[in-house]
């Protein structure tokens, strides 16, 4: 790849940023909490329904403590709505290590940012780069697509590994933070105007149907369980997962079990 290519490259992501770019409210001089919120609650999820719950979650939790000291009630009740509710689980947890483990103060270096729960290399990416200027190299869906149609129009099955040197040698050392969110923007633009890219990807996954999943039943009883707590037979969830979702729920910290009544933790 010839360097002026590369240029040619990063002229047209900045220039579609400085005419296009998205007002998003977690990036009005984000601080570690916000940015750390923004990104778990983007993963899998449209940014129309993440700017419909932001604000309202950070005038009920606005920073690591006050989530840290939440409820699972209080968490699941505020994140309704955005779906995969291990995210909110996940997120708690990892407020509070922030403040038991690190004085409050979210660690900077993506290898220290995987240890926290729901964190992954390309979150944890993402939030050292969104956090604090650092220029690091990851992938998510905006930009895999970018570098998908940028520079890989007639190849199929493409690793993310085919992505990364290119990633890296693009990334603005200075800017790191304005420069993904100009990728991305350029992605989401990219998603209205041209057939998916994505699908192009080794990585490409047909997201399960949601109707009649395991995904559905757990959110339905979450839902009901927000309400108050329940026996087994009193759950309006006609289907014989249900023991089987109330154990796993039970397991992973959402509910407890006092014999036989269900409530959350």
Known sequence: MTNPRLQEFRDTIWNFYHDHGRDLPWRHDPTPYQVLISEVMLQQTQVSRV???YAEWMRTFSDFETLARASVAEVLTAWQGLGYNR?????????????????????????VLVMLPGIGPNTAGSIAAFAYQEPTVFIETNIRRVFLHE??????????????????????PE?????????????????????????????????????????QIRGEVLRQLLERPRRLGEFEVA???????????????????????????
């Not at 520079?151 to 603005?172: H, K, M």
């Not at 023991?243 to 269900?262: C, M, P, R, S, T």
């Open 51 to 53: 700017l419909v719950k």
């Open 87 to 111: 995210r909110a689980l996940w997120l708690q947890r990892a407020t509070q290590m922030v403040v038991n483990d690190y004085s409050g103060v979210l660690p900077r270096d993506p290898s």
């Open 151 to 172: 520079f890989f129009a007639d190849q199929e099955s493409v690793a993310d590994a085919e992505l990364r040197p290119l990633i890296e040698a693009t990334v603005d």
């Open 175 to 215: 800017h790191p933070r304005e420069w993904y969110y100009a990728l991305m923007d350029y992605g989401a633009d990219l998603a209205k105007r041209v057939p998916n890219p994505n699908r192009r990807s080794k990585h490409y996954n047909v997201q399960g149907k949601f109707e009649g999943s395991v995904r």
């Open 239 to 265: 289907d014989e997962r249900l023991a089987a979702v109330l154990a796993a729920l039970v397991k992973e910290g959402f509910a407890v079990q006092e014999g036989d009544i269900y409530r959350l933790h």
